[in-house]
């Protein structure tokens, strides 16, 4: 089944780290980039970043309101992607997806999406 | 400021039509990136609605139509259905912040 499983999430106090991990299955990840977005509760979605496909360099780009905080990666020998976020704050509280691009360049549609996963910051 | 503006909300009678507008400016859609359209029915993930500004993946509705028009775009959804009630996103990449943009959303209602 063409897929993806989100694991992660959970309860972490302001300043702490959290790893997300989002895991394709009956794909080849390896030719699509990634997105993470997030929506915080009862709100509108909000794009956090990318990475693009090794053939387009692997590069990443990110919301102003994350750069230095979180970073994105991907192991597509394992298929998996992960977003890791340093130094949280309680407006990071919301449900984070992974989704996979169309293409391996950016943003082109995203097509396929994970589950989300809930990631609560609070003291 | 960059933002891709939406109507909060629409409504429209089973059957009928609608329009969701997406307004942009000179740094995302009227600079000629693509716009991309999400659908998000309640308690559920984001779907991909419309690709690259008037493009439906396969399995959505030819009900669902997107176009552009300098600096907005548009999604149209024609023959409504009770099971159309969702919230509707844009999205656009933006140069100006080297980064992506979601619109603020719309929740269509259908009488």
């Known amino acids: 089944e063409v897929q993806l499983v989100q694991s992660g999430g959970g309860l972490a106090k302001p300043g702490r780290s959290l790893r997300l991990s989002c895991a394709a299955s009956?794909?080849?990840?390896?030719?699509?980039?990634v997105s993470w977005v997030r929506q915080a509760p009862g709100k509108g979605l909000e794009w956090i970043g990318f990475i693009r496909s090794k053939p387009y360099g692997g590069t990443t780009e990110k919301a102003a309101s994350v750069k230095g905080r979180f970073t994105i990666s991907r192991d597509d020998y394992k298929g998996i992607a992960y977003l890791h976020m340093d130094n949280l704050k309680t407006e990071d509280t919301a449900v984070y997806f992974c989704?996979?691009?169309?293409?391996?360049?950016?943003?082109?549609?995203?097509?396929?999406w994970g589950q989300g996963a809930l990631v609560t910051v609070s003291s | 400021q960059s933002v891709l503006t939406q109507p909060p909300s629409v409504s429209g009678a089973p059957g009928q039509g609608v329009t969701i507008s997406c307004t942009g400016s000179s740094s995302n859609i009227g600079a000629g990136y693509n716009v991309h359209w999400y659908q998000q029915l309640p308690g559920t993930v984001p779907k991909l609605l419309i690709y690259?500004?008037?493009n439906r993946p396969s399995g959505v509705p030819d009900r669902f139509s997107g176009s552009r028009s300098g600096p907005s775009a548009s999604l149209a959804i024609t023959g409504l259905q009770a099971e159309d009630e969702a919230d509707y996103y844009c999205q656009s990449y933006d140069t100006s912040l080297s980064g992506v943009l979601f619109g603020g959303g719309t929740k269509l209602t259908v009488l």
């Open positions: 009956g794909f080849i990840v390896g030719d699509h980039a």
């Open positions: 989704a996979r691009e169309r293409t391996g360049y950016g943003t082109s549609g995203s097509d396929l």
């Open positions: 690259d500004t008037n």
